[in-house]
């Protein structure tokens, strides 16, 4: 069977795929457009995406040989579920690789802004490293300080077991509970919910108003949780002390995004899963996926 690929992925699993199907990759760096990626997967019988392709019904209808989805990500949000489903077309992902290397980097951005690095750093750079100040640079002590986890999923509860090392109070904000009253009571506030349409700008100026003066806010989940115009006012206006994002909407934001010009604010590239051995692992899961789809067998790790 014909499989399409829609962009290259580290490790050997597309090779155990090659072994099995015929395999064509998209050769550039960057992802197709929605009018190459529709005419690739014309002739597709699995589809290997990214979470920069969108799959939606207007793809599917097009792609009339596809018997499966197999997404390079552990979240869905960029597949019309509903529309699969009623092609009959199962879709997978990758959970559980990534946990680890994303609850690092929700911690790595939850260190770099509450100590202020990316600020002290570039002074150095600037020369305004003068001396020894008292009162140069000074951040957050994560001892005894409150991280409110909104999401208490796998990467949620990874992030919290590694915030307790640190000596944080750690608290989980489920589904039905107060979400206000649980960010007026943090120092930091840490997202790993899913994007839905319930949890689309969940984090807006209503919560940013919510949060203490001091507080902090990281984004290792989906940018659409985030309200970026309100996150821009909440920073320039001190409703908040600070934010590190890892994952932007649109991604990558505009150069001239007015967001990129709000005060300590770090933002990153969508790094989260970025080491070798969870990138590798997720091309495996996704690769497991697709072959068990192109046999006629259960997925082993479905959406949804």
């Not at 150069?255 to 990138?279: K, Q, Y």
Request: hydrophobic letters at 50%.
């Amino acid at each position: 069977m014909r499989c399409f690929v829609s962009r290259g992925l580290p490790g050997l699993a597309l090779e155990r795929l090659a072994r099995v199907h015929e395999v064509s990759v998209w050769p550039r760096p960057l992802p197709p457009e929605p009018g190459q990626l529709r005419a690739e997967a014309a002739a597709a019988d699995g589809l290997l995406c990214l979470l920069s392709d969108r799959i939606d019904a207007a793809l599917l209808d097009a792609a009339p040989r596809l018997r499966v989805i197999a997404n390079y990500a552990v979240g869905w949000d960029n597949i019309d579920l509903q529309a699969a489903a009623a092609r009959g077309i199962p879709v997978g992902v990758t959970p559980d690789v990534l946990t680890d290397a994303t609850a690092d980097m929700a911690m790595a951005l939850l260190l770099a802004v509450a100590r202020r690095l990316p600020q002290a750093a570039a002074d150095v750079r600037a020369g305004r490293w003068r001396t020894w100040e008292p009162s140069g640079w000074l951040g957050l002590e994560l001892a005894q300080a409150t991280l409110a986890i909104v999401g208490a999923g796998r990467i949620g509860r990874a992030t919290g077991r590694r915030a307790e090392g640190f000596g944080m109070n750690v608290v989980y904000v489920r589904r039905g509970d107060d979400l206000h009253a649980a960010l007026a009571g943090a120092d930091v506030v840490s997202l790993h919910v899913p994007l839905s349409q319930d949890t689309r700008h969940l984090i807006d100026a209503a919560a940013l108003r919510a949060m203490k003066p001091t507080a902090l806010l990281v984004n290792t989940a989906r940018g659409g949780l985030v309200d970026q115009s309100a996150l821009r006012h909440a920073l320039a206006e001190g409703w908040i002390a600070g934010a590190g994002l890892d994952v932007t909407d649109p991604e990558p934001p505009a150069r001239e995004d007015p967001l990129l010009g709000a005060p300590n604010l770090l933002v990153l590239p969508h790094i989260g899963s970025a080491t070798r051995w969870a990138r590798e692992r997720m091309a495996e899961r996704t690769v497991e996926n697709l072959l068990a789809g192109l046999a006629g067998e259960p997925l082993p790790t479905p959406a949804g």
